[in-house]
C-alpha cells in the first residue's frame, strides 16, 4: 500500500476522487490526514472533525477489468478488518449491517464507500472512507448525530492513531487478494459472528422505502436477509439499518 498524507483538506474520499485518475494516486493507495474540515458520511451526512488523534483515511483502489459483484462487498471486509483490530485493543465491537461498527450500541467507526466511473461508464477506482473515533474528547462526542462512542473511552487509555491505522492497512492488504478472488464467502462467519443486528426487529431503509422485520441471515454475497410480519422474505442488497 502507498502512502499519501495531507495534513488538511476537506474529505479524504473527495480528494481522492477527484484524483483517481492521475498517477499521484496509485492503485491501494491509503490517503489520511490529520485534519479533516468537511467530512462526508453515508445517507447524505457529515462525518464531525473530532481533533487530530483521530482517523480519517481512504483507501483506493483502481483494479482493472469490469465491475465485479466483489467490489461491493468490500465496506464489509474493511468492517471485518476494523472489528478484528478493535479486537487487539480488549474492546468487544459489534456490526450494524452493512458496515458500522457499533461497542455498547454507540458508534465508533463508519465506512463511505464510493465507484468512480468514467463518462462511458468505466469503473475508474473505488474508494473506501473510513473515520475512526480513537480520542474523541467527550463534550466532542455529545454533537455527533447518533450516540457514539471513541476507543479511548472504552479502554481508559490514550490510543496511537499511527499504529491503529497501520494495523487496519496491514490487515486489509493481507486479506484483499484472496477476498477479489474468494468474495464474501471468505469473511461471511466472522462478520456473522460479530452482528449484532440477527435475530432482533430492524427497519431498513432502501432509498425511498422502509423494510421492516426480523433480521434472519447475512447471504452468501453479504446481502441482508429479512423476514417481515407476512413471512415473506426480502433479501437487501444495499440500504441502511436505520
Ligand atoms: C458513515 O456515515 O458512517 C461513514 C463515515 C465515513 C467518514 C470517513 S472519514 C474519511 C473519509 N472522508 C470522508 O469525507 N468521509 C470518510
Given at each position: 500500500m502507498k502512502w499519501l498524507y495531507i495534513e488538511e483538506i476537506d474529505s479524504t474520499n473527495k480528494y481522492a476522487k477527484e484524483g483517481i485518475s492521475t498517477d499521484n494516486i496509485s492503485d491501494q493507495t491509503v490517503v489520511y490526514t490529520y485534519r479533516q474540515t468537511a467530512g462526508r458520511g453515508r445517507l447524505q451526512r457529515e462525518w464531525n472533525y473530532t481533533g487530530e488523534d483521530n482517523i480519517y483515511a481512504s483507501i483506493v483502489l483502481k483494479p482493472s477489468g469490469q465491475m465485479k459483484e466483489v467490489y461491493s462487498n468490500l465496506t464489509q471486509l474493511l468492517c471485518v478488518v476494523l472489528a478484528e483490530v478493535f479486537e487487539e485493543y480488549s474492546v468487544v465491537p459489534k456490526i450494524k449491517w452493512p458496515n458500522d461498527i457499533r461497542i455498547n450500541g454507540k458508534k465508533i467507526s463508519g465506512i463511505l464507500a464510493e465507484a468512480v466511473t468514467s463518462q462511458e461508464g468505466n469503473l475508474l477506482g473505488i474508494v473506501l472512507g473510513f473515520g475512526v473515533n480513537l480520542n474523541v474528547p467527550e463534550e466532542l462526542l455529545e454533537k455527533i448525530n447518533q450516540p457514539a462512542t471513541s476507543l479511548n473511552i472504552e479502554t481508559g487509555m490514550f490510543i496511537d492513531k499511527e499504529e491503529f491505522l497501520k494495523k487496519v492497512i496491514d490487515k486489509f492488504c493481507l486479506y484483499y487478494n484472496k477476498f477479489i478472488e474468494e468474495g464474501f464467502l471468505l469473511i461471511r462467519e466472522d462478520y456473522k459472528k460479530r452482528a449484532e443486528f440477527l435475530n432482533k426487529n430492524v427497519s431498513v431503509?432502501?432509498?425511498?422505502?422502509?423494510?421492516?422485520?426480523?433480521?434472519?441471515?447475512?447471504?452468501?454475497?453479504?446481502?441482508?436477509?429479512?423476514?417481515?410480519?407476512?413471512?415473506?422474505?426480502?433479501?437487501?442488497?444495499?440500504?441502511?439499518?436505520?
Open positions: 431503509k432502501v432509498f425511498d422505502k422502509t423494510y421492516e422485520g426480523i433480521a434472519t441471515d447475512v447471504t452468501s454475497n453479504g446481502a441482508l436477509k429479512l423476514k417481515d410480519k407476512n413471512n415473506k422474505e426480502h433479501i437487501l442488497l444495499i440500504g441502511d439499518i436505520l
